[in-house]
């Protein structure tokens, strides 16, 4: 997808996706993914038995140790050896089953052979890949019972006409002996009975890729539940993330502001002493001349305020303190090159911070849609739902909009994700555009 301007406006050129002359139930027996999961389903059940039977036996000797000063230690060996093949595990799964599973926070220690096992014991994911170690080995012996069996006998039956041969020339009998005791013995070997084997093989080949995709699910489960970093983690590491982001908003709203007054209004400002320094120089040699300075530093002045009050808008306006989104979306929209039909129903105001974001997240997608678009009109509709504040911009323009990274869309989605909110963009090629942005309401 390509990007004509800073914003993300473009056309875009989207891959065409791939057409399979073949349904997904007739390709699945032959398809990569089928061989990479019945792969990690066949080395799970050796690798759960060298990992059940180190937890078990570790965690049993180190237990009886407690009493010694020996067990505690062997007990942060047993869980380091535990982490040690989560690594292991987690490598597996994502070049077998092509899941991305973060890795988890190591365990802490401030230096010293104690701290390190204090680190090592106190720490939740070393628990918690024991628990794997010792669930993963019956599931894995499960898994190994039922894929590969079913996958031999459905192949083994499907190729039955291939190689049924084999038996009257090799073995003595008709073919495959279906029944057989004292009495009498049942063969597959008439024309009928081999074409009805091959096609219960050709059911059961059909049938195993989806069961052992379920099986793979399953381990794809547990393997991120207990082997990835936990929920506090990843909310940790992305309250982190964020943190980033809002420092560097900031960093680079506080540059703007220095830039726009430095270029701005202090250069106006000072130009302004200057010249009314020389119309005090002339105002005894040449009233006229001096009057006639005096009045252009008049109007120097007026733009100076002009510009700092575009300055105030630009970090707060004052109509939303005053009047609230409703009020304020209006005075953005009546500043749109395109019509804007604003309708805001809020039961209330949010929290000043999400009212501000709200504000410049609507200022800025409607100086998108007057730069960018090519619309002939916009809409701005902005509710509540639950706990949740709702934007919404639509536009009738030419579409194409891109969000990735490196487009100010994308700057404006982190600065929502800050904040727990989210961006949402459809914007087919020719259009129309409706970009949604949703932030907590927390009142």
């Known amino acids: 997808m390509t990007m004509d301007t800073e914003y993300g406006y473009g056309v875009a050129r989207s891959a065409e996706p791939r057409r399979h002359l073949l349904p997904p139930v007739l390709r699945a027996p032959f398809e990569a993914r089928t061989f990479r999961e019945f792969g990690h389903l066949l080395l799970s059940l050796p690798i759960s038995i060298v990992l059940f039977c180190w937890a078990v036996t570790t965690v049993s000797v180190s237990a009886g140790l407690l009493v ?25 799964a994502r070049a077998l089953l092509g899941v991305e599973i973060a890795e988890p926070q190591s365990a802490r220690s401030r230096g010293g052979l104690m701290a390190w096992i204090g680190g090592v014991l106190k720490s939740g994911v070393s628990w918690r890949h024991l628990l794997y ?43 495959l002996q279906l029944y057989g005791d004292d009495h009498h013995t049942v063969y597959l070997d008439s024309p009928f009975e081999i074409a009805l084997t091959s096609l219960a093989g050709l059911l059961i080949t059909l049938a195993v890729p989806w069961l052992i995709r379920g099986l793979a699910t399953m381990d794809k489960v547990m393997v991120i539940g207990l082997l990835g970093p936990s929920r506090l983690e990843e909310r940790v590491t992305e309250l982190e993330s964020d943190r980033g982001v809002v420092v560097d908003t900031s960093a680079a709203d506080l540059r703007r502001i220095e830039r726009d007054l430095h270029d701005g209004a202090q250069a106006r400002l000072v130009a302004l002493a200057m010249d009314l320094g020389l119309a005090k120089e002339k105002l005894t040699e040449d009233p006229q001349a001096a009057a006639k300075m005096v009045d252009e530093a008049h109007g120097e002045v007026k733009v100076a305020l002009q510009e700092l009050r575009d300055l105030a808008r630009g970090i707060h306006p004052a109509v939303l303190t005053d009047r609230g989104l409703d009020a304020a979306l209006s005075s953005v929209a009546s500043r749109c090159t395109v019509p804007v039909r604003v309708e805001v129903d809020l039961p209330g105001r ?54 990735t990274a490196g487009s100010g869309l994308a700057g404006l989605a982190e600065r929502l994700d800050a904040v727990d909110g989210i961006l949402v963009l459809d914007s087919p090629r020719g259009g129309p555009t409706t970009i949604t942005a949703e932030l907590p309401w927390r009142a």
């Open 350 to 403: 949010p929290v000043p911070a999400i009212e501000g974001i709200a504000y410049f997240t609507v200022s800025e997608l409607l100086q998108n849609v007057s730069k960018h678009s090519g619309a002939s009109r916009a809409t701005v509709d902005v509710w509540r739902a639950g706990p949740r504040l709702m934007l919404q911009v639509g536009d009738n323009g030419r579409g194409g909009a891109d969000a």
């Open 133 to 175: 170690s010792v669930l993963h080995f019956p599931w894995a012996l499960f898994a190994f019972c039922t894929a590969l069996p079913l996958w031999t006998v459905g192949w083994t039956l499907f190729t039955y006409p291939l190689w049924q041969w084999v038996f009257p020339m090799y073995a003595g009998q008709a073919g």
């Open 68 to 92: 010694t000063f020996i067990g505690i230690p062997l007990l942060a060996v047993s869980l380091l050896g535990c982490r040690v093949f989560g690594v292991m595990e987690r490598a597996r």
